[in-house]
């Protein structure tokens, strides 16, 4: 990393998170343009409040179909497409489960089967009808709602990346509340911190990376616990409750910070083995899987440089 001297920090909280932008000239005007950029896709694509874009589809499921702009329209199809993934864990039509379970919000509790049964019935991606002529967007039935939490601040990520690259800026990062995206590589490249679940600041270790986007997806992120069980925020939309396996968290190294969303997701879903079989067809795209055994494993390691600074785990390679 170069020296923070040269590093200007400037910070909004936006999307419900802070955000943290880097830039190596002192431009608080070009910050300024960036948190409105990041506003003006939040305002597109929130479902926590009233009215947007995405809203305006829920509002409308059942009954007709919705023209929205490309942008929203271009990611509705990308989610669409993750959630219909052979085996996904993701799935942009979860809407009904999310808000039902509400965790990390006021009033989060263990649903009754009977109403996570009758909710998964509209939960499938499939009812969700695209119309590439018109840019409209249709939920087949009453009641479903999509939600774009699990991939819109990658998506945005990557249009502040754009953004900067447009105004000549070379080098950079953003930090969207966990959705990290750099910009060009400074000398020793740029240091991002792999967190030591349920621990408040503490790190596992170091990745190393340039040009590229790291995004960190855990089941200590938002969770509560009740009868002496933990639930996260992790859904498996196969079955309405979180996702139960050997996982802490999941860390994806990519160019691109939608991959980044997509691809813990999926990895979740799909857990160590299967997922680090399912990357070989993409060098790409890494995973860095952090197991509830204290094991940290890479499906590869071509795109970052990794530095151990918690000798309480041990590092592995791919086990596919």
Known sequence: MPSASRVYSYSAVLMGSPILLKLFSHDEALASRVFRLIKQYEDLLTVNRAQSQVMDINHAAGRHPVTVSQPVFELIRCAKAA??????AFNLAIGPLVKRWKIGFKGDTVPPADDIASLLSITRPEDVLLDEANSSVLLAKAGME??????????????????????GADLGLINLGGNIQTLGSP????????KKPF?????????DVENMSVVTSGTYERYFEQDGKRYHHILDPRTGYPLDNALDSVTIVSKNSIDGDIWT?????MGVEKGCAALRARPDIEAIFVTKAKEVVFSSSHLFRFTLLDNGYRVTDSIA
Do not use: C, H, N, Q
């Open 265 to 269: 997701t999926l990895m979740f879903g």
């Open 199 to 207: 621990a408040a600041d503490e790190l596992i270790g170091t990745m």
């Open 146 to 167: 999509i939600d774009l939490g699990a991939i819109a601040k990658g998506y945005i990520a990557d249009r502040v990346r754009d953004y900067l690259r447009k105004e």
């Open 187 to 194: 000398e020793g490249g740029w240091s991002v911190g792999l």
């Open 83 to 88: 959630s219909l993934y052979p085996g996904s």
